[in-house]
């Protein structure tokens, strides 16, 4: 077969890409670093028939009608709504901040109506910029400095190995602040995991007669090889262009699993631990997708800063850096030639929905170009 496009990384970026240039009559040659596909929303069973994300929790949700309908032709989802406790002064509390998480921190009995003017005082009595200039100051400026200190503060610090005052505005805007009851982690209108997982779910995006897939290839120790129309690189950054800029910083994580033999370890999918212990959360798998068994398994999460690039640091020298990568990369995509997509590529804090989005879009565009 002769391809007319290589994609560089086979997870949720480069899988999409393929498919819509597959689609589209292009024939396209997938090279994937690790031996195995679907990047880091990889899953697998374990030998207690509960499935184990490998790269840590992922749950699908979307507002984005088009995203959803196109993951729904590739899987069936499971109904779930994501719920996370916040392990906080020795008691498991919901989060996001909600009603009842006030009434439970501060022991007051409020109503919905009462919350918003609850939280103005306790913002009134706290320090923070206005209009907000990083993580503090946005979660400051909505539920004061006690809330913040007790569910952000050290979450934040562990997470990052950052002072908050050094993050951008952003990270903040991934939680939001309710004031009634609702405790699902996100109110997106989509949400599900796939019944039989992720990485059949990306199997079946590559699956077609235009698409052949490589794994355990790095695709900087072949690239020579091919002359593709073109390249959808869905790779680090800054490792794209030899690092000219200087390196990006990416965090990692180490995760640890545990089986234990009891039916549930914890209440609800994942508990977050902002300030106590090395790890920041842990995960109970089997309740993603209602899995049935005696044992159970869970995944603490610890940080790290080098290893497997789970996540991009949303610094001002970060982003600065990127800032000055981006202007090759749109120089590259205007040429044609290449399109960068993805949480690597394009040095972004996708979500996996976002992902799929950003890859259709930029093929479509290149394809009507
Ligand atoms: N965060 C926090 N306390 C929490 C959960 C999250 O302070 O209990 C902050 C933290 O800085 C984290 C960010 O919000 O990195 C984004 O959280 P999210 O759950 O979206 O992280 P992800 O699932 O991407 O690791």
């Not at 609850?118 to 706290?126: A, I, P, Y």
Request: charged letters at 30%; glycine letters at 4%.
């Amino acid at each position: 077969m002769k391809f007319e496009i290589v994609v560089v990384g086979a997870g949720l970026a480069g899988a999409t890409a393929a498919r819509v240039l597959a689609e589209a009559g292009k024939k396209a040659l997938v090279i994937e670093q690790h031996r195995h596909i679907a990047g880091h929303c990889h899953d697998y069973k374990d030998e207690n028939g509960i499935t184990i994300h490998t790269y840590g929790p992922h749950i699908f949700h979307t507002n984005n009608k088009k995203v959803w309908d196109f993951v729904n032709r590739f899987c069936d989802f499971h109904y779930y709504q994501h719920k996370v406790l916040s392990y906080v002064e020795g008691r498991l509390i919901p989060f996001p901040i909600n009603r009842d998480t006030i009434c439970e921190v501060f022991g007051v009995n409020i109503a919905t109506y009462e919350v918003e003017e609850f939280l103005e005082k306790e913002v009134k009595k706290s320090k923070f910029n206005n209009p907000p200039k990083n993580f503090r100051d946005v979660v400051v400026s909505q539920v004061g400095e006690r809330l913040y200190e007790l569910f952000f503060k050290n979450y934040t610090i562990k997470q990052w190995e950052r002072d908050p005052e050094e993050l951008s505005p952003e990270v903040a805007k991934r939680i939001p602040i309710r004031t009634n009851r609702d405790d699902r982690y996100f109110s997106d209108k989509y949400q599900g995991i796939p019944k039989a997982g992720y990485t059949k779910m990306v199997e079946n995006i590559l699956n077609h007669p235009n698409i052949a897939v490589l794994t355990g290839v790095d695709y900087f120790e072949v690239r020579e090889l091919f002359k593709p129309e073109l390249t959808v690189y869905t790779g680090e950054l800054d490792r794209f262009f030899d690092y000219a800029y200087g390196k990006l910083e990416y965090r990692s994580l180490r995760l640890e699993l545990k089986t234990y033999d009891q039916e549930y370890y914890q209440p609800v999918a994942v508990v977050n631990y902002p300030n106590d212990y090395d790890w920041t959360r842990i995960t109970e798998y089997k309740h993603f997708l209602n899995e049935k068994s005696d044992k159970t398994t869970v995944c603490f999460e610890y940080p790290l800063a080098s290893g497997e690039p789970y996540y991009i640091v949303m610094t001002q020298d970060n982003m600065e850096k990127r800032e000055k990568y981006m202007e090759q990369v749109r120089k590259l995509e205007e040429s044609g030639e290449y399109l960068f997509v993805g949480r690597l590529a394009e040095y972004k804090y996708y979500n996996m929905d976002q992902v799929i989005e950003a890859s259709i879009e930029k093929v479509q565009r290149w394809l009507k170009e």
